[in-house]
């Protein structure tokens, strides 16, 4: 395994000069040396868990931007998705993963947690794999080099009042003891760079019991995402149906503890906002997606003074970049306070290194990979900045993570390494061109029955 010589690296703990990582044969780090740098060295960053993907949807980006209706929002946006999804197969998955995939990683995401409810064909049939679209979405993560948290997805109803699923819902369901069964499937293939956790859909999906009976089930490290308050009208049906809002009938009727992820968690009221940030949670903050869908502004700067852990996602990915989702989380909040620099506290007076500290807090117990910070004992997920990029001319330790973050849309990643393996040199994947041919003839498949 190659060690990895830095001229700087930033750890939350701060800026390090003149330091490699040793790795064992696994890509773990034994150690944070010192080491006379090498020519070329750079400075190096933790790489950045993606908390959030619905990878095939990136098939679709920039497709739903005509208006439908005088009213359109999220709900108009899904009818757009359910007949794009109805059209995948699992060769055509494995061929859109793969692009997100390859994009993912020369944007500086290194790890990716799949929300993944595209189980079945079109018309409900069970493949005769039962998980043959899940392994389309490990072949992909495998194949381009990215880590993978595999989150299949339970999908039951269409609505608070349990409501049969729709037609073009039909390939998402699962009953519990299927949905058990095809989680017991995947866990065969666990690997270093693969972990396989549980998603509930949402509230509105997954009726009381079936919700009870799936974790009760689950192993007691089993990570577990959902979907939550992402738009007004789901937290009108929560307390018009179950007399509460969503997170707070969650907290009342689940033990909510680090390996949980909430989903957007966009409609908190204060209550709830504590109860998140006690329970040791992660939220998975989507700003481009939530802004792009017009679901709202979650409130940061209350969840941080309550202590609160918190992620980025890429979601529906019509952005696939981490710098997107970090600028707009913040600038969001500069918008509705009409104040600058928000994300920040008396000990941390950068934005951007407040930032990076919430990503790298949160990756491990939301993935379920030691990975995160580039501390002794993780695994080496890392960037290497280009640092002869005009937006880091005469760069200081002090604002180099916030040129970075804000300084423009040129990309900055020279290098991305996964478990001590060089995946992007140059700021291109090793198989950038094969894939996008291979992206080019799914797309074209993909039109055709769209």
């Not at 010192?34 to 400075?43: E, I, S």
């Not at 979650?298 to 600028?327: N, T």
Request: proline share 4%.
């Amino acid at each position: 395994m190659e060690n990895l010589d830095a001229t700087t690296l930033w750890t939350p703990a701060g800026w390090r000069h003149d330091t490699g990582l040793r790795l064992d044969d696994d890509g773990r780090i034994l150690a944070l040396d010192g080491v006379t740098p090498v020519a070329d060295a750079a400075r190096l960053v933790p790489g950045i868990a993606n908390l959030h993907s619905h990878a095939f949807q990136r098939a679709m980006a920039g497709m739903a931007e005509r208006q439908t209706d005088p009213r359109d929002s999220f709900w108009t946006w899904r009818e757009t998705m359910y007949r794009f999804a109805a059209g995948f197969s699992p060769d055509t998955l494995y061929a859109v993963a793969s692009q997100l995939y390859v994009e993912m990683l020369e944007a500086g995401y290194t790890t990716v947690c799949e929300f993944h409810y595209l189980h079945h064909a079109p018309d409900g049939r069970r493949y005769d794999d039962p998980a043959a679209m899940s392994r389309a979405l490990i072949a992909a993560a495998r194949d381009t080099g990215i880590r993978l948290t595999l989150l299949p997805v339970l999908y039951m109803t269409g609505g608070f009042d349990e409501r049969p699923l729709s037609e073009r819902q039909r390939r998402f369901g699962h009953e519990v003891e299927d949905y058990l069964d095809l989680l017991q499937r995947l866990r065969g293939d666990v690997g270093h760079g693969l972990r396989v956790g549980c998603s509930l859909h949402s509230l509105r999906a997954v009726p009381p019991q079936a919700m009870a009976e799936t974790l009760a089930a689950l192993p007691a490290d089993s990570r577990v995402h959902i979907h939550i308050a992402e738009q007004v009208a789901e937290v009108e049906d929560c307390l018009a149906i179950r007399k509460a809002r969503p997170v707070r009938w969650l907290f009342d009727h689940a033990q909510v503890d680090e390996r949980w992820t909430l989903v957007h968690a966009t409609h908190l009221d204060e209550d709830e906002t504590q109860a998140i940030a006690r329970s040791g949670a992660t939220v998975a903050i989507c700003t481009t997606t939530e802004g792009n869908l017009g679901d709202g502004l979650f409130p940061l700067r209350d969840y941080l003074d309550a202590g609160g852990r918190w992620g980025v996602g890429s979601d529906s990915h019509i952005s696939v970049s981490p710098i997107e989702e970090l600028r707009w989380l913040e600038y969001g909040q500069r918008l509705i306070t009409r104040r600058r620099n928000i994300a920040v506290d008396a000990t941390v007076p950068s934005v951007g290194e407040t930032l990076m500290r919430g990503v790298a807090a949160s990756a491990a117990d939301s993935t379920g990979h030691a990975i995160g910070s580039l501390a002794v004992g993780e695994y080496a997920d890392a960037l290497v900045l280009d640092t002869k990029a005009p937006i880091f001319a005469g760069a200081q330790d002090e604002d180099a993570l916030d040129r970075w973050l804000f300084a423009g849309n040129r990309p900055a990643v020279r290098e991305t390494w996964v478990g001590g393996r060089r995946v992007v040199a140059d700021g291109r994947h090793r198989d950038r061109d094969a894939v996008a041919a291979a992206y080019q003839r799914a797309m074209r498949v993909l039109l055709e029955t769209a």
